[in-house]
């Protein structure tokens, strides 16, 4: 069984730290890329292979964000290697 646990990586080429008003982190689960975006007034995305299929908001900060997301991504490819849910298609 492949692993579904994804290796969140941060995006280098953007500003990180107190002063960032955005930060994406990607990670590669199989032929599955997946994406998170935290912004630190409590938001956030997750994409898998470019489609959006979970945002968050109204959260505390971006570390809550970051945790619900990546998550969700879990819980979603554990889903995907068990056959429940289908590749994402971009529309």
């Known amino acids: 069984m492949p692993t579904i646990k994804p290796s969140w990586k941060p995006n280098e ?3 990180v730290g107190k002063g960032a008003t955005l ?3 990607f990670a ?3 032929p ?4 998170i ?3 630190p007034w409590g938001e956030g ?8 299929i ?3 908001s109204e959260r505390k900060d971006r570390r809550e964000v970051f945790r619900d997301l990546k998550n969700i991504a879990e819980r979603h490819m554990r889903k995907r ?3 429940l849910v289908g590749r994402p298609t971009a529309h």
């Open 54 to 56: 979970a945002k968050v």
């Open 23 to 25: 930060q994406q982190f």
């Open 37 to 39: 975006e935290v912004a």
């Open 32 to 35: 599955d890329r997946l994406e």
């Open 13 to 15: 080429d953007l500003a």
């Open 45 to 52: 995305t997750l994409k898998v292979n470019g489609v959006q």
């Open 28 to 30: 590669t689960v199989g």
């Open 81 to 83: 290697t068990a056959g």
